[in-house]
């Protein structure tokens, strides 16, 4: 094999999307798919990949400094692509200190494992960390995350992955370690978990549950299909630059009342209901604590310097997202019973 690249987090949403791209681009890499199989890591996502000679599954939680150092014992890496986190906002305001342990500590024992795996041999080599756009905080009505905005961040979930991209940064200042970072708006597409905006609704308008909108319902966000977001992922880690952050995003803003009214009407035409049916599942519940009002990307540095832009419109690619979500419902019912059932009634109140 040419090489070979470790993959965390590969089983969840990004990531598997990242680990299929490569596996299938890359015959002569030896990817490496590193996942501890929480609640949102689900390998069913790689079926059609798990065969392919040069793709590896290790089950290893990241948090476990031990589990990491025997894994980088057992095998040499020429590069990390780290996306294993804890990634729901609302989760990380139940829990904020799974959040430090797989987010913060997480990074801080796989970028030791790589100092020591690399301590001699630092040239070619690279640890690429994503992040998001959330470490910026919340904008106003005017203006763009641009690289050099500064970390602002207002929830558990944002502030663990502040801390990381800090960790990661000092990391390259204090011992030379290769690195890239970039900060990704957010992402929808097929595979998300449904606990997420999107999924949440289409799988809610399915089954004909209350759509359970936060506050006004006039919080923006910067829409990205997961296949560009992969597509940019492998274009920076090959073509990036060492100690550079790229901002990645959709230019695609649109407000969670007008999104869910699109995605409500797209789903009454193919689900065949009368036009405003599913509309009327919208309810006002209460609001998300620290609710950041508004994320916007400007994301020409990536443009401009890599030649990267979104392949598809919010049009094509809900569509394609919608399209799966309905062609694999039996995906979507074996997350949605048990125990997300449960955290799914402490969350909304049974609704
Ligand atoms: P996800 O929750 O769908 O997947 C996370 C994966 O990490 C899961 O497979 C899970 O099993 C694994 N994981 C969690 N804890 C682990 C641990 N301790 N050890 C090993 N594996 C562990 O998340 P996602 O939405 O695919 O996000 C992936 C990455 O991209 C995250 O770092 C997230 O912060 C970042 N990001 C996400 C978005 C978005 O919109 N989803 C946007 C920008 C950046
Ligand atoms: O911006 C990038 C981030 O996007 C990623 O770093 C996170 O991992 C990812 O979860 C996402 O965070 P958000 O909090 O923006 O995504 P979420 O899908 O949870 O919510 C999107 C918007 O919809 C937000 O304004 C909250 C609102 N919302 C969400 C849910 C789940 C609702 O109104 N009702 C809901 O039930």
Redo the contacts with the bound molecule.
Sequence with gaps: MAERILVTGGAGFIGSHVVRLLVERYPNSEIVNLDALTYAGNLENLRDVEQRPNYRFVRVDIGDAAQVDALFAEMAFDGVIHLA?E????RSIEDPLAFVRTNVIGTVNLLNACRRQWKDAMEGKRFYHIS???VYGTLGKEGLFTETTAYDPNSP??AS?ASSDHFVRAYGETYGLPYVVTN????YGPNQFP????P?FINNIRIGKPL????D?Q?T?DWLFVLDHALAIDLVYRQGKNGETYNIGGFNEWT?LDLIHLLCRVMDRKLGRTEGSSAELITY?KD?PG??RR?AIDATKIERELGWRPSVTFEQGLEQTIDWYLANTEWLENLTSGRYQEYYDRM?GGR
């Design positions: 986190a990634s729901h906002v609302d998001t756009d959330e979930y944002s992955k990704c708006s957010n992402n606990e997420k905006l999107i949440l359970p909108v936060y506050g319902g919080y966000r969670n519940v998300r609710h950041d994320y909304y």
